[in-house]
């Protein structure tokens, strides 16, 4: 037993604790399936908690794929709509 708490906790050193990460930048889903947590005696279900994780993963993979579509639109929308006002102006200027 005491083999494999020292194992679990030297593997828990070797990924970054949770209070070091950074919170101005956004979570990958990468960053979720990584996670570690605490090893206790009476704690939780690791194979629930992984099972978890990877929803919430999925879960924002699919969140983030929305979010860059529409700024992409947001991009292509701004960019017809410059395209239009130059257009008009130009068109006023010489009447």
């Given amino acids: 037993m005491r083999n494999l708490i020292r194992r679990l906790a030297s593997r828990r050193d070797e990924r970054q604790p949770i209070a070091q990460t950074n919170r101005s930048q956004p979570l990958r889903p990468w960053q979720i399936r990584e996670r570690c947590f605490n090893v206790r005696r009476r704690g939780l279900d690791p194979a629930e908690i992984r ?42 200027r010489y009447r």
Avoid: G, M, P
Wanted: hydrophobic content about 40%.
């Fill in 51 to 92: 099972t978890f994780l990877y929803q919430v993963a999925d879960e924002l993979t699919v969140a983030q794929s929305a979010l860059r579509a529409v700024q992409e639109e947001n991009v292509r929308i701004k960019n017809a709509l410059r395209t239009w006002q130059s257009t008009q102006s130009a068109n006023h």
